[in-house]
């Protein structure tokens, strides 16, 4: 299983961007799927999640600005942010988990940078 980030880049502080996170293989399948960011000197950090039910959750910082959504047809989950800030800057990383008869597996995506200037 694999998962592929795309979708950052550089942004003026009120700006917007929209993220994606492709699977290879189809997203039902996972219990649930995340977005993490990490900036620099920082650890990484939960930004949104999403469960198979649909159920979401947000980091503080970013209620009300970003939103997590999950397409199952496009095998394809998606982070749009909104009235971006400079701390919103770092490395996207995108995660799912798979839970089965063989145990919980957990993946990451490769991340995507997001740049916010002021």
């Known amino acids: 299983v694999q998962l592929q980030a795309s979708g950052g880049g550089l942004v003026q502080a009120g700006g917007s961007l929209r993220l994606s996170c492709e699977a290879s293989?189809?997203?039902?399948?996972?219990?649930?799927m995340a977005w993490y960011r990490q900036a620099p000197g920082y650890q990484r950090e939960l930004v949104a999640g999403i469960t198979s039910g649909d159920s979401t959750n947000y980091a503080d910082s970013v209620k009300g600005r970003f939103t997590i959504s999950r397409d199952n047809a496009k095998n394809t989950m998606y982070l749009q942010m909104g009235s971006l800030k400079p701390e919103d800057t770092g490395v996207y990383y995108c995660y799912g988990q798979i839970t089965g008869w063989s145990g919980v597996h957990n993946y990451w995506g490769q991340g995507t940078q997001v740049t916010v200037s002021s």
């Open positions: 293989t189809s997203i039902s399948s996972f219990k649930s």
